[in-house]
DNA sequence: GAGTTAATGGTCAATGAAGGTCATAATGTC
DNA sequence: GACATTATGACCTTCATTGACCATTAACTC
């Protein structure tokens, strides 16, 4: 739980909250020096925990002057945005990728807590083994239909 | 009666009992060292003690600052839930029977609206169609688990 | 302006640090 | 003694962390 990529995470997370403009700048070396850590460990941290599925895109610039940029992306309510998460889905979807989805969806309150227990819960790969031999294609369908179905007008009625 | 495995679980369920947020998280490692015992022990206890028909769910994560979870179900009176769950290991469950139960779980106010429908919108026949050769199979794992999760005492914390 | 150098960030393979699985041995129970 | 339960150890998978080496850019020199 207290790995040093948690804490990273809660960190960059903490001064993302924090930024009015919607993304941090800042070094790589500056923070592997603040965390004591390789700065190799910061882009593990990015790569795992800063991903599109998770809401967020990572830019950078090397050299002199370089910088990592995070930007936290926002939801547009119009429907555009469950285009581009059926985009993003493609014809193929991992557990793991479903997850991060859905605990996006869940912190936008797109989802309550219980509702992303529960379709989490049977997105597990445990569920489909030896039952469905593309667990992965699957998923990917049975997540548009759900964002296909959040727009329903009469889903809060 | 007084054998490990009854003393590890004894030890287990008592922390539970005090955990407010109803789950307790602790490393395999470091129980085994506690009790002496070889880790995969405590997969054993974890396995035959805290199954879902038993009332827990237990979750984990590997890796450096892995960790195992074992969450209490909370109370189900007349053990509807249970007995529900019980039925439907190694059953069979068609897509018309599945929304009976879902709308009558919605009628008792176990789902909401909008959690009924979309659990009905992924338990469609035209979901599995030509991916799951048996989804009156899938279907009733998807269930069970569902009511297992539903039971979680951590779900509304 | 061209070339050089220093200051960044990027990649990847190796290693460490957890938990998972399974066959089998040991122990209890009747 | 036969069967069921418990316990272990060898081997596997996943996630984290580091360091060596690579790529890009800005600044500096001429």
Same mark, same amino acid.
């Given at each position: 739980? @207290? ?18 403009? @919607? ?5 790589? @070396? ?12 910061? &882009?593990?941290?990015?790569?795992? *925990? ?10 950078? *610039? *090397? @050299? #002199? #002057?370089?910088?990592? /940029?995070?930007? /936290?992306? #926002? ?7 469950? *285009?581009?998460? =059926?985009?993003?889905? #493609? ?5 793991? /990728?479903? &997850? &991060?989805?859905? $605990? ?11 509702? =992303? ?22 998923? =990917? ?7 296909? &179905?959040?727009?329903? $007008? $009469?889903?809060?009625?």
């Amino acid at each position: 739980m @207290g790995s040093l990529a948690n804490r990273i995470e809660e960190y960059l997370k903490g001064i993302l909250d924090q930024a009015e403009e @919607g993304y941090i700048i800042f070094q790589r @070396g500056f923070l592997a020096d603040f965390f004591s850590c390789a700065p190799s460990q910061i &882009n593990y941290v990015l790569t795992t *925990r800063f991903t599109a599925e998770r809401g967020y895109l990572v830019e950078s *610039r *090397r @050299g #002199g #002057g370089g910088y990592l /940029r995070v930007i /936290r992306l #926002g939801l547009d309510p119009d429907g555009k945005f469950q *285009r581009l998460m =059926a985009e993003l889905i #493609g014809e193929e979807l991992s557990q793991e /990728r479903a &997850n &991060n989805l859905i $605990d996006r969806l869940e912190e936008e309150e797109i989802f309550t807590k219980k509702e =992303a227990i529960l379709i989490k819960s049977i997105f597990a790969d445990s569920i489909f083994v030896d039952l469905v031999p593309s667990p992965e294609i699957l998923r =990917a369908r049975m997540m548009k239909e759900i964002l296909a &179905n959040i727009c329903r $007008d $009469d889903i809060n009625v």
